[in-house]
T-cell receptor, first 111, second 113 residues
Framework: DAKTTQPPSMDCAEGRAANLPCNHS???????VYWYRQIHSQGPQYIIH???NNETNEMASLIITEDRKSSTLILPHATLRDTAVYYC????????????FGKGITLSVRP | GAVVSQHPSWVICKSGTSVKIECRSL??????MFWYRQFPKQSLMLMAT?????????EQGVEKDKFLINHASLTLSTLTVTSAHPEDSSFYIC?????????FGPGTRLTVL
């Protein structure tokens, strides 16, 4: 799997949008971009994934650049409960396909 | 939908004993499940890939005789830590594949005294 790079941490104010960047410059054509988050002492939670088009669901939006070398996860209205470690992972789709976790980015939402 | 459970949520055992952790997909069938381990302040490390009805595939450096994995049905995979020692104390997390996504269990905290 291609590697991703994320800043180690960032913070944002409650109620504001949180924009989490991710670089994946060596992504292959058949690899998707996935985002998961892990709240302290819990299992990771799926957020969103995409191939090349922008995606939106009830949790977040995923913006992928046209060259697919980077992406941004957007939490439109961050709350204190969004404080977590967010992982950006690239992965080919398939039942046996692994998720390889890096260090992620720690998002701290401040009141 | 897409709920994965683990049992127990935490366990404390004496050194030398074996501990079994169950992972269940509650509302879907999963031909493939994964087992991860996470040490404090570190990221998740994949231990093995478990396929229903076949032997698990272990990642490099993971002892298959120490971490026994059984995936006997489409909704249940078990991880047995044999002859546990204090260095096996960790947070063990399973996940199950459903389509393009993987869903994770809540994790099991193992403490070996």
């Amino acid at each position: 799997d291609a590697k991703t790079t994320q800043p180690p941490s960032m913070d944002c104010a409650e109620g504001r949008a949180a924009n989490l960047p991710c670089n994946h410059s060596t992504i292959s054509g058949n690899e998707y971009v996935y985002w998961y988050r892990q709240i302290h002492s819990q299992g990771p939670q799926y957020i969103i994934h995409g191939l090349k088009n922008n995606e939106t669901n009830e949790m977040a939006s995923l913006i992928i650049t046209e060259d697919r070398k980077s992406s941004t996860l957007i939490l439109p209205h961050a709350t204190l409960r969004d404080t977590a470690v967010y992982y950006c992972i690239v992965r080919v789709v398939g039942a046996n396909s692994k998720l390889t976790f890096g260090k992620g980015i720690t998002l701290s939402v401040r009141p | 939908g897409a709920v994965v459970s683990q049992h127990p949520s935490w366990v404390i055992c004496k050194s030398g004993t074996s501990v079994k952790i169950e992972c269940r997909s509650l509302d879907f069938q999963a031909t493939t499940m994964f087992w991860y381990r996470q040490f404090p302040k570190q990221s998740l490390m994949l231990m093995a890939t478990s396929n229903e009805g076949s032997k698990a595939t272990y990642e490099q450096g993971v002892e298959k005789d120490k971490f026994l994995i059984n995936h006997a049905s489409l909704t249940l995979s078990t991880l047995t830590v044999t002859s546990a020692h204090p260095e096996d104390s960790s947070f063990y997390i399973c996940s199950a594949s459903m389509g393009e996504k993987q869903f994770f269990g809540p994790g099991t905290r193992l403490t070996v005294l």
